[in-house]
């Protein structure tokens, strides 16, 4: 009995020491650490501590997994969000526990459909109203950073994707990567700032792709959309879109009405023919490749028949009136 109650003083104390020593190795680690350049470290969701630990590890923010783990168990566990996080190699436990637990870098998507007013609000929201205006400012001098570019507008010339606004990323470098990454995306549509079709240039493209965007909604009825464009501009008459106006008065989407229909601005395509001056929201892969491969067909209308999104392509006006007669049986118009 007493060797038993000898064992385990001896096992106890041992216990005590390796905590000792696990809690002053610790407490000391902030010591040994010295902080170099801030890496990016993404965590996806699902990760776990551990696998975070891991990842830090590799890219030199802190010299051991095993210790971040421990450290860990010893101070207690906590719940990072999935995002991208700026961590400065040869950090503490304490200073990459207090990065993330706090918020990510800051990020803005430019979504297609989106216009590039809405992208420079959701700027400044991130980022606040000063790095926006500088934004806005820099928007406009990067014009003539795009081969595509005509006018003084970057509208529909920025590339649809997340921007991570680091804490070395200007205003004038945001700018500057939508312009690099629309022009990417365009190169892998086929398209390029020499590129003509259908007696437009590689900017009236972009343009009507710009239109198919909002009009078609739904990527399977983007190449008819396109079409049905590229009939109404070799026809001579008006586009009457929608989206065009509602663009011109700041709106994205909602009814246009008969006053609305009045406004005289070359973004009325119910009063002026040919496309609108300048695109009118960012443009997905989809539209880019709907304007470049559209199909063949005679479509002068289209109609969404019912709340599923379903649209229905007409080559006449009778065979539109009767479609929108189906929207309203359906409870649209």
């Keep these: 009995m007493r060797i038993r109650r000898w064992v385990l003083a001896l096992v106890s104390v041992v216990a005590v020491l390796v905590i000792a020593v696990l809690w002053l190795f610790l407490q000391a680690e902030p010591i040994f650490s010295s902080e170099g350049r801030a890496v990016l470290i993404t965590v996806h969701p699902g990760e776990s501590l551990s696998q975070i630990g891991d990842e830090l590890a590799a890219h030199h923010v802190i010299s051991s997994s095993f210790a971040f783990h421990l450290d860990d168990i010893v101070q207690g566990?906590?719940?990072?969000?999935?995002?991208?996080?700026?961590?400065?190699?040869?950090?503490?436990?304490?200073?990459?526990?207090?990065?993330?637990?706090?918020?990510?870098?800051?990020?803005?998507?430019?979504?297609?459909?989106?216009?590039?007013?809405?992208?420079?609000?959701?700027?400044?929201?991130?980022?606040?109203?000063?790095y926006g205006d500088a934004f806005v400012k820099d928007a406009v001098a990067d014009i003539t950073k795009s081969p595509f570019a005509q006018g003084s507008s970057l509208e529909g010339l920025i590339g649809d994707t997340t921007y991570l606004i680091l804490s070395t990323t200007t205003p004038e470098k945001l700018a500057s990567e939508m312009v690099a990454s629309f022009n990417k995306e365009?190169?892998?549509?086929?398209?390029?700032?020499?590129t003509t079709l259908n007696g437009l240039d590689a900017y009236?493209?972009?343009?009507?792709?710009?239109?198919?965007?909002?009009?078609?909604?739904?990527?399977?009825?983007?190449?008819?959309?396109?079409?049905?464009?590229?009939?109404?501009?070799?026809?001579g008459g008006p586009l009457q879109m929608d989206s065009t106006v509602l663009y011109y008065l700041g709106q994205d989407g909602g009814t246009v009405t008969p006053a609305m229909l009045q406004i005289n601005t070359p973004y009325n395509t119910y009063k002026h023919t040919g496309l609108t001056p300048t695109p009118i929201c960012t443009v997905s892969s989809y539209a880019l490749n709907a304007v470049l491969h559209a199909p063949a067909g005679s479509w002068l209308y289209f109609e969404v028949v019912n709340k599923d999104g379903k649209t229905v392509f007409s080559d006449t006006f009778a065979e539109q009136l009767h479609q929108e007669q189906v929207a309203a049986k359906n409870g649209l118009g």
């Excluded at 304490?94 to 992208?119: F, K, N, Q, W």
């Excluded at 190169?187 to 020499?194: F, H, I, K, Q, Y």
């Excluded at 009009?215 to 190449?223: F, I, Q, S, V």
């Excluded at 049905?228 to 070799?234: G, P, Q, S």
């Design 186 to 194: 365009a190169a892998v549509a086929g398209l390029t700032p020499a």
């Design 77 to 130: 566990s906590y719940v990072v969000r999935p995002g991208a996080y700026e961590v400065p190699q040869g950090s503490s436990f304490s200073h990459v526990r207090s990065i993330l637990t706090g918020p990510g870098v800051p990020e803005v998507t430019a979504s297609p459909g989106l216009t590039l007013h809405e992208v420079a609000v959701a700027v400044a929201n991130q980022k606040g109203n000063a």
């Design 204 to 235: 009236q493209l972009i343009t009507a792709a710009s239109i198919v965007e909002k009009e078609g909604y739904y990527p399977r009825y983007m190449p008819q959309v396109a079409r049905v464009i590229y009939n109404r501009l070799a026809r």
